[in-house]
């Protein structure tokens, strides 16, 4: 099992709806959450940073982190051609061997259709 | 600068060869990270920095690579000897206070 799962996808929805993305983890020890996009050809760009546990949004996205379920979610409304893209979670851990690395998921691909 | 560049875009040796991949963090961000993607998403990490001195090294195979960051230098990760397996895009990632990362766009290595 890896320490980091996300379906890959292709996800595919009509223009103006609402997204959702997740990913499981297994390590307890995990304690920062970021989501990143990353369009082809570029680098992985931040859109949402979380410490531990709790909702954040920012604009049209929502992150949730359970981390008594090891869960974490990604919420996108009102989506638009522009946010098709490669959407990556990746976390780490705060203390211990290898903190502070980021372990990413594989990346969920999503197209929005006008 | 506000963002993470990296260069060059593209690099290109043949077998057997060096290769040297640079890296300006945001200004002001004390962490370097190096990251090489060799299949599509997946993510190895290889080191990182605080300032000029060596954070983790942990992903860093012991051979042939290395990497440095120096004061009023871009930071540096540099192959010796390339492999075929070598091929792969290499991100560096800088953070002010070692989370949350911001990531440049790559140097997408070929070794022919």
Redesign the interface.
């Known amino acids: 099992q890896k320490e980091v799962e996300q379906d890959p996808g292709p996800l595919s929805v009509p223009e103006g709806a609402i997204v959702s993305l997740n990913c499981t983890y297994s390590n307890s020890a995990f304690q920062y959450f970021m989501w990143y996009r990353q369009y082809s050809r570029k680098g992985p760009e931040l859109l949402m940073y979380t410490y531990s546990s709790g909702n954040k949004e920012d604009g049209r996205f929502t992150a949730q982190v359970d981390k008594s379920s090891k869960y974490i979610s990604l919420f996108i409304r009102d989506s638009q051609p522009s946010d098709s893209a490669t959407y990556l979670c990746a976390m780490s851990a705060n203390s211990g061997a290898g903190s502070y690395q980021l372990t990413f998921g594989k990346g969920t691909k999503l197209s929005v259709i006008p | 600068g506000e963002e993470?560049a990296?260069t060059p875009k593209h690099l290109v040796r043949g077998e057997g060869q060096k290769a040297k991949l640079y890296c300006a963090p945001i200004k002001g961000h004390s962490?370097v990270?190096w990251?090489q993607q060799v299949l599509?998403?997946?993510?190895k990490?290889l080191i990182?920095f605080q300032n000029e001195n060596v954070?983790?090294e942990?992903?860093m195979p012991k051979e042939r690579f290395s990497a440095k960051c120096l004061p009023n230098s871009p930071c540096s990760l540099e192959i010796q000897a390339t492999k075929l397996e070598d091929s792969a895009v290499y991100?560096c990632?800088s953070s002010q206070q070692?989370?949350?990362?911001?990531?440049?766009?790559?140097t997408r290595l070929s070794i022919l």
Do not use: L, R
């Open positions: 993470v990296q962490y990270f990251y599509k998403n997946e993510f990490f990182s954070f983790d942990t992903g991100f990632a070692i989370q949350p990362q911001h990531f440049g766009d790559g």
